[in-house]
């Protein structure tokens, strides 16, 4: 369901905070635990790392991305691979 747009695009104030701060001190790295934030213009050529609920995963944003929520390119769910058996 999409947030209303009187409301605007929604964004943790942390997250914002960090990337003003990174924009001030040229440091483009950071971590998230906000996957529901939106991806803004000010974010374009950071690297943040976001969490997927076990690890970090580095993440680059990329002008393409603008609009869309963080969680959408950070996969939480693991490949199953069967094991093959080997023929003797």
Request: net charge positive; hydrophobic share 35%; charged share 30%.
């Amino acid at each position: 369901m999409n947030r209303s747009n009187w409301k605007g695009p929604y964004i943790q104030k942390a997250l914002l905070e960090k990337s003003i701060k990174s924009k001030i001190t040229k440091k483009k790295k950071f971590k998230t635990w906000s996957r529901q934030s939106t991806i803004l213009p000010i974010l374009v050529g950071a690297q943040i790392n976001v969490h997927n609920g076990k690890k970090f995963v580095k993440l680059k944003i990329i002008d393409e991305m603008l609009g869309h929520k963080l969680g959408e390119f950070v996969s939480t769910r693991i490949k199953f691979f069967y094991k093959k058996t080997k023929k003797k």
